[in-house]
């Protein structure tokens, strides 16, 4: 059984004509330390219209379900930027529990790669983009060379 969380008001409680609109919310400990972000994952094919957003949607389906938090986002080498789903790949991401109302296509850059904490390419091909598109990041200096004695 889940530990119990106090009961905590998000805001004075604002009445609506019937008493309606006061919120209770479920919060933990506000003294406690922020959360880590949890882990994310970047799934990289060409177009970012059909592959990689399929994926992206049925992985944050899935692993979320079971509990894992976790940020799935998706970008393409050669991303139709600005584009949605496919009819065909939209349907195919409901049959499977997904949701692609809110996919945009986006391109991937080098951010993306380094933001990420793993990433998933459709085929060798997509891998050579993202190891090619690290070499644009500076280097990271090691943390004994970084900080002054």
């Not at 008001?9 to 019937?18: E, H």
Request: hydrophobic residues 40%; contains cysteine; neutral net charge.
């Amino acid at each position: 059984m889940a530990p119990m969380m106090p009961i905590l008001w998000t805001s004075p409680p604002k009445w609506g004509p019937k008493g309606e609109g006061a919120k209770l919310t479920i919060d933990s400990d506000p003294t406690a330390p922020a959360a880590e972000p949890p882990f994310s994952i970047l799934v990289v094919c060409t177009g970012n219209i059909c592959r990689s957003p399929l994926a992206e949607q049925l992985l944050t389906t899935r692993l979320t379900n079971a509990g894992i938090p976790v940020l799935v986002t998706s970008a393409g080498t050669y991303a139709m930027v600005g584009k949605g789903m496919p009819d065909e790949a939209a349907a195919l991401s409901v049959r499977y529990g997904g949701d692609p109302r809110a996919h945009v296509s986006r391109q991937l850059t080098a951010r993306l790669v380094a933001d990420a904490d793993l990433v998933v390419t459709a085929d060798r091909e997509h891998r050579g983009e993202v190891v090619s598109s690290t070499r644009a990041l500076p280097a990271t200096p090691s943390p004994s060379t970084s900080s002054p004695v």
